[in-house]
């Protein structure tokens, strides 16, 4: 056969086979949309797009509705809302007097104990934690908000920390002015058998910051769900979270587990009953037990023995350091001791309670730490857990350790939050983004005061895809007046000056000799600010001045040896850290056993964990922390020493970041001046110096409730440092030439 | 399809048949293609035009056609609605069950106009454009279902969106009605304008016993956290005019207001600051000469001089919303889409989704007391919050405003997200606007930690049949006192590991794991033996780290666990006059890659390689046998946006590139090929991840004129 009209016939065909599959192909969808028309026809029918012509929800001409200009005034109305929505309809608006807290600021004033009450440990820190707090006042006409000294943690009546009469004593308080602008702190309401969350006394218009709170009693954006504490949750400072690394995979020997008490009589057990369905006794282990109280023999059902043999096989500690999830099942109230403890263990909780206002969760999205389940799904509860990816259990066990250190580890921490979240709400306008509040470091370390725009602090920037603003100020400390030329601050403001990255410099003139006329001043490329230190004291010279621009600050001892290679390299590196601090010298803190106290080094030591701050670069927010949120105790005994506010520096930058600071090289001569053979003799040649810095360190940690400090073993260098390779090459010669 | 399949399957036999069978085949085949042409285009436009008519009857179909309903006066209303419904009390979650896509179902109830008994409607408007919108737009999303059984939500199809064009009674006897109503479980009503003179309550008055209320202008007292959802007041103007999107940035005026129906205090209280601010405020009011109607809500006016509504709206950075007779306002939207920073004035409203949108991001809150502060406050603002807050603004509405379609999906989502917590949108899925979502990064190791010295590194040596060289490197390796276990890869299929007997003795422990396939990707496969969270990655021939180079390596990853930490650095560079990406393996003095033949990252990154590589470029690497490590950086880079950490100065190394350097012989080929996956890599992952840095890492006393035995790490940088 002819080759060629084979060859057609085969084309041909082939052409109508495509033409017929492409057909079909373009058919298939239609065939399948019109089976689901004729599914729909059976039962109804999906919403047809109706052609008439439908009118408008809302006429042009009625946009906004004019009778309302007629009628009552907003001012009106505004006060018809506050005598109308008290007690349980309480809210801000309606309960709360805002106009102290414009006047004074956000102040706290806790009430004078009063003699012959007797008042728990708990309550007993909650109070000191806020009159250690800087929202503290003595002085009740400065404040916005008042707390009892009456103990209302445990109203639960068969408590021996019963308070009794609370109602009279309350109602007698000279300022209690029904409640408003209080705060009245409980942890647990009710009593056997309904456990109601009924106090026992008028709260009045005052608001609640309860645990285990309903959302039916819940009051939106007025009470404060706070989490269920024990008699031994640490002050200040707290655990530390268990997680030490994030395996991978991230599953643990058991999926998820329990153990705890169920309940014979009275409310609270429904759910704790059934968990016996779920639990299989390889990596679903969820254990109940019958005993406790005296007469839970008179009780007992039919489960109870062979469910008691199976509690008592397993360790809690165990399970709970070794599990995925574990379960937090409501109790006789709808919190319980289980949250807190699968927190910190790093332990996913899975929330089992319906109806429960989680902690704090006015500012804290519990999705990215927790898994909120439904108590009526219980059964569901192991295929849904299953069903979460790793990569979601490895984010969601690492935000646990977040929330745990930032928001929970201490009762400090806890009354802290409940504060501050009251006081984004007198703020309104300048309070912190979710983000703030739910991402490291948290809120209690992101000061809205210093600016309502994240890409101000130093912790969002790879969050908001941003990056630091590419200049630095310089901040020289000037102590000595100006006699000579030859002055190691006029070289040093030189040498800073000749920088590109250096956008301005501020020397702050904190010495006892008037200001130098400004032509004694070099003439250099970037302004130079001469301003008068506050008090000549030394924390001024970590105040956020307005004059500081940029994000990033080189701070500065007027008699720091620097060359403008080291000082752009080291704003190189800083850039890659912005929320840490950069410097050159270092120091290092150690355990000393003997003395049982916190030892300070200045010898050359193979690791460091503080970075002077007589020559170190870092993020201005960490002068509005300084200055804004350390107590004025520790700053003033900085003031007085007239030392160790670089160590308290270090102390505040670490305990925000939970990492230690960078040292970058340096030449060597530096060094030497730092040894304390300069014209600065007079500081660092002083034979208390060194004590004192010793004395500091321990009285920081303690008020840090820790050491917040952390070792590093590496010093960052320029690539090519010291390499085997022509100087001509090194972009930062300068640095190994000496 | 059927026919075209058939066809298909014998082709290939007809073939072979043609070249001896006589001339009649080739009509047989012809005929019976045609015939099966003819068949399938009967088969595909028969039913075709069956469909499209019923589409088209459908499309056509009128409300009128819709059945009339008659309500007895009898007919029984729905309690009041209670205030303490919650998710857990009055939905019933058991319609929703387990769902392995996470998805509510939702059925929308067939129209039925209802009337009273003298046949008067229960609606002035009926259902109106919108709310044919928004149920269309369920009703071809993902969440809908036909099959009523199978429902979670249940959506009645009257439209109470305005409450002002309803008879409260009736509808609320109309709801109960409906076949599945059951006391309101599980159903969704949409409201916008809630109540109505005098009293403006804000939430709708229909009686509505357990339903679920979608509506706009909540006030913190009738809204039930949880459980009911706040959504805007959409603006019609939305779908009738477009605004382009503008640049973020300082605009002509500074407020502007553009409230028609202002209350005369506040009015006031504008004009006073307009007169302490003058030009930086825009006041502007109805104009009095135009009528009524869709041109009046087009035009605003200030003496006399006329403006352009919403355009003008684009030219302020923030724009008044105050409240009216209702807590929510049309304008609001308008506001948003103007990318112009609402100042909302309206107390005790609960903002639209403010449940899972962040307005602290796109809007200043002021108390309507502070009306007079406004100036202050916003003033106090600074320009790269108002900038992100402007871009913010345009985003809301971009995602949840400027259609019905919108406003409804988003409804569904946020019920969604309650019934499935543990697949629920995330904060930046719902908050990020697009260029944020691509220019920001969420490592996935986000929690500042250090680990612990004592778990140690696994040490990962991949392997073909170079076994001498390979034994010593283990030799050398064992020596480092972290290391925990070596893993040997042996990607040579046709010959064996040795045997056991020839391995040297090492204190830990040593498995061999043997590949399938001779594939370099074998090297970053996260291996269940791998137990530890560091792994050092290391070739079979780098025997000149030192154990103090390789101990210091491992402290340095513990400090920076989510980054690469390696030994030799590579840098990336712009080539100008080749408009594209270059590879630079020079003394540099920048690196932004650390070459994986010997570098400790995190194993989670091994997974990550394994799965979650973008694009082809995993089997590209394994085509190509080169440019794993490129690969890898590229990978850590992007998701981490963070530099990689060069250890320890420069030394010796043996690859391809290293002698080149050392001007044995300049592999060229190698050089341009690592440029090209560069430039490859680059555009697979659409941008470039890598980020360039000036430092690499020493012990602290480096080279310091220190006693050497005193250093933690003495033998370092020796040649």
Same mark, same amino acid.
């Given at each position: 056969m002819q080759a060629k009209k084979r060859y057609l016939i085969v084309l041909s065909a082939g052409a109508c086979l495509a033409l017929l599959f492409c057909l079909g192909g373009v058919r298939l969808p239609a065939a399948g949309r019109r089976s689901r028309h004729d599914r729909s026809r059976r039962s109804d029918q999906p919403w047809p797009h109706y052609s008439d012509p439908l009118h408008r929800f809302q006429p042009w001409d009625r946009e906004d509705t004019e009778e309302f200009n007629l009628h009552t005034s907003p001012r009106q109305k505004k006060e018809a809302n506050t005598s109308a929505y008290r007690g349980r309809r309480c809210r801000m608006d309606s309960c709360f007097d805002f106009s102290a807290c414009h006047r004074n600021g956000f102040k706290v004033y806790v009430y004078p104990p009063q003699k012959g009450e007797k008042i728990s440990e708990s309550y007993q820190n909650i109070l000191s934690s806020i009159e250690g707090s800087r929202f503290y006042t003595a002085d009740p006409g400065q404040a916005c908000l008042f707390v009892l000294? !009456? #103990?209302?943690? #445990?109203? #639960? @009546? !068969?408590?021996?920390q019963y308070v009794h009469n609370l109602k009279t004593k309350v109602q007698n308080l000279p300022l209690w002015n029904d409640g408003r602008n209080h705060l009245i702190f409980n942890l647990y309401s009710g009593t056997w058998p309904d456990y109601t969350e009924d106090l026992g006394f008028d709260i009045g218009q005052a608001m609640l910051a309860k645990a285990s709170i309903s959302t039916d009693n819940f009051r939106p954006n007025f009470d404060v769900s706070i989490p269920l504490f024990s008699k031994e949750h640490l002050r200040t400072g707290g655990e530390r979270g268990f997680l030490k690394y994030n395996s991978i995979? &991230?599953?643990?020997? +058991?999926m998820l587990v329990f153990k705890g008490k169920r309940y014979l009589t009275g409310i609270g057990s429904d759910t704790r009953n059934a968990l016996y369905h779920v639990h299989n006794a390889e990596d679903v282990v969820l254990l109940t037990t019958c005993k406790h109280g005296k007469d839970w023999q008179k009780h007992k059902d039919a489960r109870c023995d062979k469910d008691n043999a199976e509690y008592d096989k397993y360790d809690y500690k165990e399970m709970l350091h070794n599990s995925t999830f574990c379960l937090v099942p409501r109790g006789r109230r709808l919190g319980s001791f289980r949250f807190l403890e699968a927190l910190q263990a790093a332990c996913v909780p899975v929330v089992l309670s319906n109806g429960w206002e989680l902690p704090f969760s006015e500012i804290i999205d519990w999705n990215r730490a927790t898994v909120i389940g439904d108590e009526r799904l219980l059964l569901q509860i192991p295929t849904t857990v299953r069903s979460i990816h790793p990569d979601k259990i490895l984010s969601l066990r690492q935000q646990t350790q977040f929330l745990w250190e930032a928001y929970f580890s201490s009762v400090e921490k806890i009354v802290l939050t409940t504060l501050e979240i009251i006081q984004d709400r007198v703020l309104e306008h300048g309070s912190r983004s979710s983000l703030m509040w739910n991402s490291h470091p948290g809120g209690l370390f992101a000061l809205p005061q210093y600016s309502a725009y994240q890409g101000d602090f130093p912790f969002y920037y790879a969050t908001l895809g941003i990056k630091p603003y590419p200049k630095f100020t310089a901040v020289i400390h000037a102590v000595s007046p100006l006699v000579s030329q030859s002055q190691p601050i006029l070289k040093l403001l030189v040498a800073v000056a000749r920088s590109q990255y250096c956008a301005q410099i501020l020397v702050l003139w904190n010495c006892d000799k008037p200001l130098p006329a400004k032509q004694r001043w070099p003439a250099t490329s970037v302004p130079v600010i001469v301003i008068e230190g506050e008090n000549k004291v030394m924390s001024s010279r970590f105040v956020p001045y307005e004059t500081i621009v940029t994000d990033a600050v080189l701070s500065l001892d007027e008699d720091t040896v620097l060359s403008t290679t080291e000082v752009d390299f080291a704003f190189t590196v800083w850039q890659s850290f912005p929320e840490r601090i950069v410097g050159y010298p270092a120091r290092s803190h150690f355990w000393d056993s003997n003395k049982e106290r916190w030892g300070y080094t200045s010898k050359w030591t193979n690791d460091y964990s503080m970075v002077l701050t007589g020559a170190a670069f870092f993020h201005r927010y960490y002068h509005h922390l300084y200055t804004n949120y350390l107590p004025a105790t520790l700053k003033s005994m900085v003031d007085q020493l007239a030392n160790c506010e670089d160590i308290l520096m270090n102390f505040l930058v670490s305990a925000v970041t939970k990492l230690p600071p960078i040292k970058v090289t340096q030449k060597k001569q530096y060094k030497e001046t730092m040894m304390g053979q300069s014209s600065r003799a007079s500081r660092w040649a002083d034979p208390d110096h060194f004590a004192q810095r010793q004395t500091c360190m321990n009285k920081f940690a303690s008020w840090f409730g820790g050491m917040p400090l952390i070792h590093s073993q590496m010093r960052l260098d320029p690539v090519l440092f010291k390499d085997q390779v022509s100087i001509l090459r090194k972009k930062y010669r300068d640095i190994e030439r000496l | 399809m059927y026919a075209s399949g058939k066809y298909n399957s014998r082709g290939p036999a007809l073939i072979p048949r043609m070249k001896i069978k006589h001339r009649i085949y080739y009509i047989t085949l012809f005929s019976v293609v045609l015939l099966g042409l003819v068949a399938t285009g009967m088969f595909q436009f028969w039913p075709h035009s069956i469909e499209s008519t019923a589409d088209w009857t459908l499309d056509k179909r009128s409300i009128h056609d819709a059945p009339l309903i008659r309500l007895p006066v009898s007919s029984p209303i729905p309690e009041r609605g209670d205030l303490s419904c919650r998710m857990h009390t009055c939905f019933d979650v058991y319609r929703c069950g387990y769902n392995p896509k996470n998805r509510i179902k939702v059925y929308i109830y067939p129209l039925q106009r209802f009337a009273d008994e003298l046949g008067v409607p229960i609606s002035s408007t009926g259902l109106s454009r919108e709310y044919n919108d928004l149920l269309s737009a369920i009703s071809d999303s993902d969440f809908y279902t036909d099959d009523v059984t199978r429902a979670c939500l249940f959506i009645p199809?009257? #439209?109470? !969106? %305005? @409450? %002002?064009?309803?008879?409260i009674r009736e509808t609320a006897q109309a709801l109960a009605m409906l076949p599945r109503w059951d006391k309101g479980m599980n159903h969704l009503l949409f409201n916008m304008l809630p109540g109505g003179p005098p009293d403006y309550n804000t939430a709708l008055d229909v009686p509505r016993d357990r339903a679920l209320l979608a509506g706009g202008g909540f006030s913190t007292w009738t809204y039930r956290q949880g459980y009911d959802i706040s959504i805007p007041v959409y603006s019609p103007l939305s779908a009738d005019v477009e605004l382009p999107e503008r640049q973020p940035g300082p605009r002509r005026y500074f407020i502007l207001s553009s409230q028609t129906a202002i209350h005369r205090e506040y009015r006031a209280e504008l004009e006073r600051l307009k007169e302490e601010n003058g030009e930086a405020l825009l006041l502007l009011d109805k104009c009095s000469n135009l009528s009524q109607g869709a041109a009046s809500a087009r035009k605003r006016c200030y003496k006399g001089q006329v403006y352009d509504y919403p355009q003008i709206l684009q030219e302020s950075s923030f724009c008044v919303v105050l409240r009216g007779a209702r807590l929510g306002q049309a304008t609001l939207s308008d506001v948003l889409q103007a990318g112009c920073v609402p100042v909302i004035l309206a107390d005790s409203y609960i903002l639209p989704f403010s449940e899972v949108l962040d307005w602290k991001r796109a809007s200043v809150v002021i108390p309507e007391e502070k009306l007079s502060e406004m100036y202050t406050i916003l003033k106090s603002i600074p320009h790269r919050q108002v900038e992100e807050m402007q871009r913010q603004a345009r985003w809301f509405w971009d995602a949840y405003f400027s259609s019905m379609k919108a406003v409804g999906l988003t409804t569904l989502q946020i019920i969604n997200d309650r019934i499935y917590p543990y697949a629920a949108r995330t904060y930046e899925q719902w908050n990020n606007p697009p260029v944020v979502k691509w220019s920001s990064v969420n490592s996935p190791l986000f929690l500042p930690l250090i680990p612990p010295r004592a778990p140690g590194f696994t040490a990962v040596v991949l392997t073909y049949d170079r076994v001498e060289s390979l034994f010593r490197v283990i030799t050398e390796i064992s $020596?480092? &006192?972290? !290391?925990?276990k070596l893993l040997v890869v042996w990607n040579n299929q046709n010959k064996s590991p040795p045997e056991e007997s020839l391995w040297p003795k090492v204190s830990v422990p040593l498995k061999v794991v043997r590949t399938k396939e001779n594939k370099l990707s074998n090297r970053f496969f996260p291996y269940d033996e791998i137990e530890t969270e560091a792994v050092l990655a290391i070739d079979d021939d780098i025997i000149m780290l030192t154990s103090d180079e390789l101990q210091f390596g491992y402290e340095v990853w513990r400090e920076f666990p989510d980054r690469l930490v390696g030994y030799p650095g590579r840098l990336h560079l712009w080539d100008h006059e080749m408009g594209k990406w270059k590879y630079e393996s020079e003394w540099t003095n920048e690196v932004s890659m650390v070459l994986t033949g010997a570098a400790f990252y995190h194993k989670y990154f091994n997974y990550l390689y394994t +799965? $979650?590589? &973008?694009?082809?470029i995993k089997n590209w690497v394994d085509t190509h046998m080169n440019c794993e490590d490129i690969a890898m950086n590229f990978l850590v880079a992007n998701i981490t946006g963070k530099a990689p950490i060069k250890v320890t100065p420069r030394k010796k190394f043996k690859c391809p590139e290293c002698t080149a350097i050392d001007g044995l012989s300049l592999d060229q080929t190698h050089m341009v090929e690592r440029s090209e996956c560069i430039n490859k890599f680059a555009s697979v992952f659409g941008t470039m991840p890598l980020k360039v840095v000036e430092h690499r890492a020493d012990p602290v006393l480096y080279k310091d004129d220190f006693p050497e035995k005193l250093k933690s790490f003495p033998n370092i940088g020796s040649l």
């Open positions: 000294s !009456l #103990d209302t943690l #445990d109203r #639960d @009546q !068969l408590s021996p995979p &991230p599953f643990r020997k +058991y | 199809s009257i #439209d109470v !969106l %305005n @409450q %002002n064009s309803l008879r $020596k480092v &006192p972290s !290391l925990a +799965y $979650k590589m &973008p694009g082809d």
